[in-house]
């Protein structure tokens, strides 16, 4: 376990752990759990002990429900806009050279919901709920809703989830494709994890150049994308992890990739 104030982080078998640890206010988002979101992921940034960054929430209620809306009520729209200035977790986790998984406990809503988009896979138990309930408040996402969403759902699909606000079953998120595996709620934390391990397990080039063209489609056109890919595949073609791989499959063993 970790020092940290809000977040439980620990690392076995390459997979770093973080959990946010606020459960009385179902692990809600303010300003230290923003903060100490970054921290943590910065400091496994370069380390070659976690290869797979598995993100949740403590207790069964929530993954996590938001903002703290008692935190932001009272501020300025000045003091609103400094604050969105800071690193933004959305953002880091987006961006994070290594894969990241949402393990979605309970309520995902708002901010909450957001973490889960900008995570690289999305697992949810059965009883979790997700929405973007901000237009209940006056407001729109601020964390990536109105961007991410509609890349994930669709245009149709996230103008419902935002404009309306209502909050969506994980089978309904599974279906439309805002969440890649809904498992019962006994079984979620190890299905995750088996997922979780089986990545850590494969070469971490392949997997950072990878992350890197898959998201590349959501933001160029097809033949930019095509020709990005090409390149990132002749850096993988290069990598002691690319010899190692096929020298073991001729072998017929297991791989051990150092990520070089």
């Given at each position: 376990?970790?020092?940290?104030?809000?977040?439980?982080?620990?690392?076995?078998?390459?997979?770093?752990?973080?959990?946010?640890?606020?459960?009385?206010?179902?692990?809600?988002?303010?300003?230290?759990?923003?903060?100490?979101?970054?921290?943590?992921?910065?400091?496994?940034?370069?380390?070659?002990?976690?290869?797979?960054?598995?993100?949740?929430?403590?207790?069964?209620?929530?993954?996590?429900?938001?903002?703290?809306i008692v935190e932001f009520a009272r501020r300025t729209?000045?003091?609103?806009?400094n604050a969105m200035q800071d690193r933004r977790v959305?953002?880091?986790?987006?961006?994070?050279?290594?894969?990241?998984?949402?393990?979605?406990?309970?309520?995902?809503?708002?901010?909450?919901?957001?973490?889960?988009?900008?995570?690289?896979?999305?697992?949810?138990?059965?009883?979790?709920?997700?929405?973007?309930?901000?237009?209940?408040?006056?407001?729109?996402?601020?964390?990536?809703?109105?961007?991410?969403?509609?890349?994930?759902?669709?245009?149709?699909?996230?103008?419902?989830?935002?404009?309306?606000?209502?909050?969506?079953?994980?089978?309904?998120?599974?279906?439309?494709?805002?969440?890649?595996?809904?498992?019962?709620?006994?079984?979620?934390?190890?299905?995750?994890?088996?997922?979780?391990?089986?990545?850590?397990?494969?070469?971490?080039?392949?997997?950072?150049?990878?992350?890197?063209?898959?998201?590349?489609?959501?933001?160029?056109?097809?033949?930019?994308?095509?020709?990005?890919?090409?390149?990132?595949?002749?850096?993988?073609?290069?990598?002691?992890?690319?010899?190692?791989?096929?020298?073991?499959?001729?072998?017929?063993?297991?791989p051990d990739f150092r990520g070089r």
């Open positions: 376990m970790s020092g940290y104030e809000t977040l439980h982080t620990a690392v076995a078998d390459r997979v770093g752990r973080i959990v946010v640890n606020r459960p009385e206010k179902r692990n809600a988002l303010n300003a230290t759990v923003r903060r100490e979101l970054v921290e943590a992921l910065d400091a496994w940034r370069t380390d070659d002990a976690v290869r797979v960054v598995v993100l949740s929430g403590a207790g069964d209620k929530a993954f996590i429900a938001g903002a703290d729209p000045i003091e609103q806009r959305f953002d880091e986790l987006a961006s994070y050279p290594k894969p990241t998984i949402a393990m979605i406990n309970g309520f995902a809503l708002g901010g909450g919901c957001e973490v889960a988009l900008a995570c690289d896979l999305r697992i949810a138990g059965r009883a979790a709920r997700l929405g973007q309930p901000e237009i209940k408040l006056g407001l729109i996402p601020g964390g990536g809703g109105t961007q991410r969403l509609p890349r994930l759902v669709g245009t149709g699909r996230a103008m419902r989830l935002v404009l309306t606000g209502e909050l969506i079953e994980a089978q309904e998120a599974e279906r439309i494709g805002l969440v890649d595996l809904v498992v019962d709620d006994a079984e979620l934390e190890t299905r995750t994890l088996d997922i979780a391990r089986t990545l850590a397990g494969y070469s971490p080039v392949a997997l950072a150049l990878a992350k890197t063209a898959v998201r590349s489609a959501m933001e160029t056109p097809l033949a930019a994308g095509l020709a990005l890919e090409r390149e990132l595949f002749i850096t993988a073609f290069g990598s002691e992890d690319r010899v190692e791989g096929v020298q073991a499959f001729l072998e017929k063993r297991a």
